[in-house]
């Protein structure tokens, strides 16, 4: 006997998840990630036994409920879950399966077409971030055709729009949350003194130049996974960063991402190389894009010694990556150079099985 749950499996973005409403799942938060771990088949390298594909970017569950708040159509609960790892992670945001979030609710009833175009404001719950997205819904329903393409992702689809609006300090105490635009870590094993600056708009990230750690920056995501003393001095870093941004003991945490910047070399503002945060990312997760931009446009960052940024109050920043680049629109507020009043993006999403997942009726027998 097996228990059935309600699931739209869809991509979002450069990510791919279980997509289930909360009213589906237990109110219990043990009970609910024991359901989790099910639905994707994890700890297994493999997640032979569930929906997993078998990496950090394909073992992600988003949960979706009716907007509580006044202004907020939808609820969405981000769940992170490793392949060989019994952990559920709801702290960080992912702005990739954020663009999946108002196809979803429109797929299955939960939010109404409103006509050519629906806008809906989203809260992230994981960090209490607003976002409004808009999605194409000509004649009545969601539209997965269209003309934009994003790296990472083959041939075109419509256009999600999604403008952050709260996005500083999304899970440490501000967007510096040492206090400083360029912090000197010395003793670092394997290291021993560098330059980091440590950021969070949307996602707490170490920025770091490419070349202090030893590498060129350029290098395939492959070459730097295979780069095991390179790995091994990031997560020495890691360790002391993530202490000094008031983010504790992080050696079980997603996060903070390590980032690797370099000048960039296809005609864009910078070069990233992103570890989420022991793998190399073939390309860069959505909110990691948005505080790499952030960090390009600070005086004096780690990211803005190497970036080509144009001064003006909004930016065009151009993150190219191992798969391609990424475009982030800023908008700067107009006297605070240390502020990021708006951030705006194009993603794109599609849904690709709509039914139900089976877990073992052990796990959870339903309500």
Known sequence: MQTPIKTLFMRGGTSRGAFIAATDLPQSIAERDRVLLAVMGSPDRRQIDGLGGAHPLTSKVGIVS???????????????????????????????????????????GM?????????????TLNTHMHSDIT??????????????????????SAPVRIEFLNTAGSICSSLLPTGQVVDQFDHVEGVGSIQATCIDNGMPLVIVRAEDMGCSGYESSAELNNHVSLKKRLNALRLIAGAHMGLGDVSAKNYPKMTLVAKPTAGGSIATRSFIPHVCHDAIGVLA?????TACVLPESVANTVSCVQASNTAFIQVEHPSGEFTIELTKHPTDSTAIVGATLLRTARLIMRGEVMIPHSVWGGH
Do not use: W
């Open 66 to 108: 009716p907007g509580g708040q006044s202004g907020t159509d939808l609820n969405f609960l981000f769940a992170q879950l490793q392949p060989d790892s019994n952990t559920v992670d709801t702290k960080p945001n992912c702005g990739n399966m954020l663009a999946a979030v108002v196809p979803y609710a429109i797929e299955t």
């Open 111 to 123: 939010l109404s077409v409103q006509g050519a175009t629906t806008t809906a404001r989203v809260l």
């Open 135 to 156: 999605v194409q819904t000509p004649h009545g329903q969601i539209s997965y055709e269209g003309d934009t393409r994003i790296d990472g992702v083959p041939g075109t």
């Open 289 to 293: 894009a948005v505080t790499v931009a």
